[in-house]
């Protein structure tokens, strides 16, 4: 959680944490939506109803 929280404050985090906080949310479902003009953010992925 130190890691979370020093990365939200801008803060120095190890490249390596940031990259298993990403692996481990996309693995939860989150896309991470580039800069396109509005701004980059999140989504959740569709889950195709099975």
């Known amino acids: 959680m130190n890691t979370v929280n020093r990365f939200e404050g801008g803060q120095d985090a190890r490249m390596s944490s940031v990259d298993k906080i990403r692996v481990a949310l996309e ?4 896309i991470f939506i580039p800069e396109n003009g509005g701004g980059a953010g999140v989504r959740l992925r569709k889950v195709d109803p099975a």
């Open 27 to 30: 693995s939860a479902g989150i």
